[in-house]
């Protein structure tokens, strides 16, 4: 068990709505990153939070939307859900130095989406 | 774009066997993990390797980073059922702040 925890463990929504996933960070780690892994694919890069504020993003538009807070745990927000947002939500999270050094990314277990 | 291919896709083998995936790049990483993954659950970390021409052995796993940091191997012994599930290189790049994912080489070990 890595200690990152996600909820919800799965959703259903319908198109054109808005949801919102949480992560909690193992205790000690600074940064949270958050992927989306579709059936069959590996999991991929939507963004990194670093102290809270957004630092590195992947191909994904602006209606993929994070938060990190003081506790350094964080939020996923999606809004306009569309049917290929169903997927596994993971979240990451470590420790990464100023320096630009990190230790390990710890995943969580996933929120599973599906949008009908 | 930095891109991590992975082969095979798909491995199906009997108890005992031996096999190896693949996991190359055209890109330079500063390290490179291996994660196993089972259906309904995130990533688990089985390795980094960071140093060109660098190996690990984990029990019957031996990874093998590239010389040129650009690919690796990971070799598994003797495969047990317990070995199913999917395995992904992963690729950290310190400037880009990012880990780039392979699709995975999903495997089936039968008793």
């Known amino acids: 068990e890595t200690g990152v925890t996600q909820s919800p463990t799965h959703l259903i929504k319908t198109r054109g709505q808005q949801v919102t996933l949480r992560c909690s960070s193992q205790?000690?780690?600074?940064?949270v990153s958050w992927y989306q892994q579709a059936l069959g694919q590996g999991p991929q890069f939507i963004f990194q939070y670093y102290r809270e504020e957004e630092n590195g993003r992947g191909n994904f538009p602006p209606r993929f939307s994070g938060l990190q807070f003081p506790n350094y745990s964080s939020e996923l927000n999606v809004n306009a859900l569309e049917l290929d947002d169903s997927a596994l939500y993971l979240c990451?999270?470590?420790?990464?130095?100023?320096?630009?050094?990190?230790?390990?990314?710890?995943f969580g277990p996933g929120t599973r989406l599906l949008v009908l | 774009t930095q891109l991590l291919e992975q082969s095979p896709q798909f491995l199906s083998i009997q108890e005992g066997e031996n096999l190896t995936v693949y996991c190359n790049s055209s890109s330079v990483f500063s390290s490179l993990q291996w994660y196993r993954q089972e259906p309904g659950e995130g990533p688990v970390l089985l390795v980094t390797v960071v140093t060109g021409g660098e190996v690990k052995k984990l029990k019957r796993l031996t990874f093998q980073f590239g010389d040129a940091r650009k690919d690796s191997s990971l070799h598994i012994t003797a495969a047990q059922p317990g070995d199913t599930g999917l395995y992904l290189c992963a690729g950290y790049s310190t400037g880009g702040f990012k880990t780039i994912f392979g699709a995975g080489t999903r495997l089936f070990v039968k008793a």
């Open positions: 990451a999270s470590s420790l990464v130095f100023r320096t630009g050094g990190s230790e390990t990314q710890y």
């Open positions: 205790s000690g780690h600074n940064t």
